[in-house]
């Protein structure tokens, strides 16, 4: 039996009444027939800890865009994993940012706050036919996976044509066998096959719980979010949430991936892997080393605002004024190692 054909997502709308429904907020004012948006980036920590330089490294390059591109910029704190939550960590981690002036424009925002829009987004793919119910265990999903042949992450649609009750069970977005590909700011150009190198991926889990790549899709059209500029671990995630976008005819903002920190055996940097938390009490020699690892030499600095303002123009010079990929070069798609 043929698989059911999934609704194609067009990609290029900029308000519809899709994005009505989960009140997004689309073009500003017409300019010469185009939808004007104001720049607006964001920094999204997950509350499992205090911040570390890996995280500073994503939340400074992303201050730094806003700001070298006069725009907003956003703190959201994705806490839709109560069970990998750490008490406390979101106020921890705004107190981090503050510290560093890295200030947004807004109060913070959390998901958990959110439910609601969630919901009425995976109610428009509903509709559309675009999920289904899914009742595989994370072993029996890895077993089919292997069976098949696939990449060891590549759900194998095992449940796809079983119409099972959602009570339950986890549901899952088709994807079709398509490329897609999208210019990354600093990585430029990247493609990925969906359904061989992501499979049907999950919007919402057994456990109720919302995913990471439908809150991430959907929070980001809400808060009119122009560009997103975050680790590059995400790199590979990007794809399937240019395609979620499509299907819930949400815009699709820019991307920049910059490069994950690793420590001295290669792991990337988080609490899991020994991460110290950032020394607030050293905020200059902090920023200095976050900025260095984004490839940038030292500003020699000697308070936060000084760093900032010279770090905002030498910013402005790579990545706005000059063009963004003519100088992707310049930092390269890969990691940094962590410095001693
Ligand atoms: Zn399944």
């Known amino acids: 039996m043929p698989s059911p054909t999934p609704n194609l997502p067009a990609f290029r709308h900029d308000r519809t009444s899709a994005a009505e429904n989960l009140n997004v907020k689309g073009g500003n004012e017409p300019s010469g027939g185009r939808p004007v948006r104001e720049y607006c980036g964001r920094f999204a920590p997950s509350p499992t800890g205090p911040l570390h330089l890996g995280s500073l490294v994503a939340a400074l390059a992303s201050w730094l865009d806003a700001r070298a591109h006069n725009g907003r910029w956003l703190v959201r704190i994705e806490d839709i994993d109560p069970p990998r939550e750490v008490r406390g960590a979101a106020r921890l981690q705004l107190r981090a940012l503050t510290a560093l002036g890295l200030v947004p424009d807004e109060p913070p925002t959390y998901q958990s706050a959110s439910s609601d829009r969630y919901g009425r987004a995976l109610q428009l793919l509903r509709a559309a036919g ?173 308070t936060v605002g000084e760093l900032l303002a010279h770090a905002v123009q030498a910013w402005r010079a790579r ?22």
Not at 132 to 145: G, I, M, P, Q
């Open 319 to 340: 990545w706005v004024a000059g063009g963004d990929l003519q100088r992707a070069d310049t930092i390269g798609s890969g990691t940094l190692p962590l410095s001693p």
């Open 130 to 302: 675009n999920v289904y119910a899914c009742v595989c265990s994370r072993a029996a999903a890895h077993r089919a996976t292997r069976q098949e042949g696939l990449a060891a992450a590549v759900y194998p649609g095992t449940c796809r044509n079983l119409a099972l009750p959602d009570a339950e069970a986890a549901l899952r977005v088709r994807v079709p066998a398509i490329l897609m590909s999208f210019v990354d700011r600093a990585c430029g150009a990247f493609c990925q096959h969906l359904e061989s190198e992501v499979g049907d991926f999950v919007v919402r889990r057994a456990d109720g719980l919302w995913a990471y790549q439908l809150a991430v899709v959907v929070d980001d059209a809400a808060q009119a979010v122009t560009d997103v500029v975050r680790g590059a671990d995400l790199l590979e995630n990007t794809p399937r949430q240019i395609y979620l976008q499509g299907l819930l005819q949400l815009p699709t903002p820019r991307y920049l991936h910059v490069p994950v920190v690793r420590n001295a055996a290669g792991e990337k940097l988080s609490k899991q892997t020994g991460a110290q938390p950032l020394r607030l009490d050293e905020p200059v020699m902090e920023l200095e080393r976050a900025w260095h690892l984004l490839g940038f030499a030292d500003t020699g600095a000697s």
